[in-house]
């Protein structure tokens, strides 16, 4: 993005540099300018802009507001001018304020008088809300394609670990046995649930407010159908206030950029703990690291803290953009120009955090002999004993009660349960035989929870087998 100039007004003694200078009679402030100038960040809308801008002038002429020549010429103008800027040759003026007024003028520059009529039954109020809705959706798409390959890497590296032994925590406390690839089509889940949420998000936001004019829409007879339908909006908004002053959309999308966010987030801080010597269950590959200034022995997994990191703000673009809409009066205001900042750093960050775990995922070293290490401490095959002594017919509570006093014992003696007697567990409980030693075989804890959702390697490779039909269903 090249930064807008701001040399001083040709015609210092009033506002008539502007589109809208006609009634003022003193020029704006200097400082006044810069401050409600949007253009140094809303030129990222000028592709949108132009191809809205096309679609509107199209539409008048099938109505009859401009002729058929006229409509050439602002289609050709508007090539020319997106042909700047894609060359990166446009200037963009802070005098002009906004893209809208330095595409406009652009276009009379190129095309001349006619480049006028363009603006005819239209404000950029509905012109704003419907670049920025155009943006999104581009962007939405975009982003359930990065999103599509992680979900997709997920998978690959569930399948490659459905056999991997790991302890399952709650409270970070060691609980039961779980399948890596089980761990990784959890995170599945919760990304294929933001998936949804951004086919949601884009339902609303593939709405059409152009038509609605300032407020109250236009004099004119227009056809707000046809411009969706040139657009590709699956619908009209129904009312005309509401269309230029809703940003409902925006804050929908912020809603489930911080959901992702969140995600990532508890990824990122899984992928940190166990990267860490104390745990050393993965280890990051080289590419997403980096080293300390000071000390030699560092390899620091900076990329998934950045993403911890990075929820932050993306959160904090959700506040302030719900703040922003509290206590608007109908219909715009200009507080709406807020939008777009919040909007853009949305996309850039969910952009990079997806594309860093896309391209992360499939280099991750899964340290296997640690996990089943780890696995086999912290007793986490005692729920399997427990279930044991109920299938002898116990009642779970005292079952509970006997592997609590096996447990106690093996802390005591500083041993893991398999390494306790048949005598001292007939202590507990004087039915108990040697297959409670199959019962707490480390292979088997695993394949025992062999029921839809659980861990067994077999149901992890069903899941996958499904997770790659579910992918399809919500991404196309
Ligand atoms: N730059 C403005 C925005 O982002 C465009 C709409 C301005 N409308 C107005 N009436 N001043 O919201």
New binding site residues.
């Given amino acids: 993005m090249s930064p807008p100039t701001t040399e001083p007004s040709e015609n210092p003694s009033a506002a008539a540099d502007k589109p809208w200078g006609g009634r003022f009679t003193a020029p704006t402030d200097a400082f006044v300018e810069e401050f409600t100038a949007?253009v140094g960040f809303?030129q990222r809308l000028a592709l949108c802009d132009i191809e809205g801008s096309i679609a509107h002038a199209r539409m008048l002429s099938e109505c009859g507001v401009l002729s058929t020549a006229e409509f050439a010429d602002i289609e050709r103008g508007l090539g020319l001018v997106r042909a700047d800027i894609e060359a990166g040759r446009f200037q963009w003026s802070v005098k002009l304020?906004?893209v809208?007024m330095n595409v406009e003028r652009a276009l009379v520059g190129h095309v001349g008088e006619v480049g006028k009529k363009l603006h005819t039954a239209r404000?950029?109020?509905d012109q704003?809300a419907t670049d920025i809705r155009l943006y999104l959706r581009g962007q939405i798409d975009a982003l359930k394609d990065n999103l599509g390959r992680l979900l997709a890497a997920l998978i690959v590296l569930a399948e490659r670990e459905a056999d991997t032994l790991m302890p399952g925590y709650t409270h970070l406390q060691a609980a039961q046995p779980v399948s890596f690839g089980h761990h990784m089509l959890a995170w599945f889940e919760m990304l294929l649930r933001d998936a949804d949420r951004l086919n949601d998000c884009r339902r609303r936001v593939n709405v059409l407010p152009l038509g609605a004019g300032?407020l109250a829409g236009t004099t004119f007879p227009i056809d707000r159908h046809r411009t969706a339908e040139l657009l590709g909006f699956d619908a009209v908004a129904e009312n005309s206030l509401d269309a230029v002053s809703d940003r409902d959309f925006a804050i929908e999308f912020a809603a489930v950029a911080a959901l992702v966010m969140v995600h990532y987030s508890r990824m990122a801080e899984e992928l940190v703990l166990w990267n860490s010597q104390a745990f050393g269950f993965v280890d990051l590959d080289d590419a997403f690291c980096t080293g300390s200034s000071m000390m030699p022995q560092k390899k620091n997994p900076d990329v998934p803290e950045l993403v911890r990191g990075k929820s932050g703000r993306v959160v904090g673009h959700l506040v302030a953009l719900i703040t922003l809409m509290k206590g608007q009066p109908l219909a715009?205001n200009?507080d709406?120009?807020e939008d777009?900042e919040p909007v853009f750093d949305l996309i850039d960050t969910l952009a990079a955090c997806t594309r860093a775990f896309a391209e992360l995922v499939p280099t991750l070293q899964v340290r296997r002999e640690r996990l089943r290490a780890a696995a086999a401490q912290g007793f986490i095959a005692a729920t399997d004993l427990a279930d044991h002594l109920v299938r002898m017919g116990r009642p779970f509570r005292d079952a509970h009660a006997v592997v609590g006093g096996a447990v106690a014992l093996a802390v005591e003696r500083g041993c893991e349960l398999h390494e306790l007697s048949l005598e001292d567990y007939r202590r507990f409980d004087a039915g108990l035989d040697e297959s409670i030693y199959d019962v707490l075989d480390m292979d088997r804890v695993l394949k025992a929870r062999n029921h839809f959702g659980g861990t067994a390697p077999a149901q992890v490779r069903a899941a996958c087998v499904r997770a790659r039909e579910r992918i399809k269903r919500v991404l196309g």
């Fill in positions: 949007s809303d304020e906004d809208h404000s950029r109020n704003v300032a715009y200009k709406n120009q777009k």
